[in-house]
């Protein structure tokens, strides 16, 4: 099952707030309180966002965290990648990809092309598609998984 990890998700949360706050600094007890986060595992999170430069980190009376750049300019791609390394899908997909399987495998094109639509769409998803707060209005999907998601209606 592909699923985020809880840090992911904590991470996306926060990030939707301080997008939210309008370039406004939020603490991660103020983030944690808001959401019901536990603080020290958010704190980790944010630490890392920091790290790879998705957040700044404010000192002072007024400090906390704040987004380094636009929202819109913050994919949720760049965001589970910083938190959680590479989204692998299978493992053909990483730098081991082989398996006693591979030389007559029928599904590893097929699930190389599903891989590489969850990446695009993920990487199309941004911090301000998470923080618009009327009806979600998100980037439409690639022709790709709606060709997909058309061939098998939900049951």
């Given amino acids: 099952m592909l699923k985020l990890t809880k840090k992911a998700d904590y991470g996306l949360i926060a990030l939707r707030h301080l997008a939210s706050k309008g370039g406004e600094t939020a603490s991660a007890k103020e983030i944690a309180e808001t959401y019901h986060l536990p603080v020290p595992l958010l704190a980790k999170v944010l630490q890392r966002l920091t ?62 092309r599903v891989h590489e639509a969850i990446l695009d769409v993920l990487n199309r998803f941004t911090i301000n598609d998470l923080a618009e707060t009327n009806a979600v209005k998100l980037t439409p999907l690639p022709t790709a998984l709606h060709q997909v998601s058309s061939l098998h209606p939900p049951h």
């Avoid at 007024?62 to 390394?85: F, H, M, P, Q």
């Fill in 51 to 112: 790290q790879t430069k998705i957040l700044a980190s404010v000192a002072g009376t007024n400090g906390g965290y704040r987004l380094s750049r636009d929202a819109s300019k913050i994919s949720a791609l760049e965001v589970v990648r910083a938190i959680d390394g590479p989204v692998i899908l299978t493992h053909c997909f990483t730098d081991h990809g082989t398996c006693d399987q591979s030389e007559n495998c029928t599904v590893r094109e097929p699930l190389r």
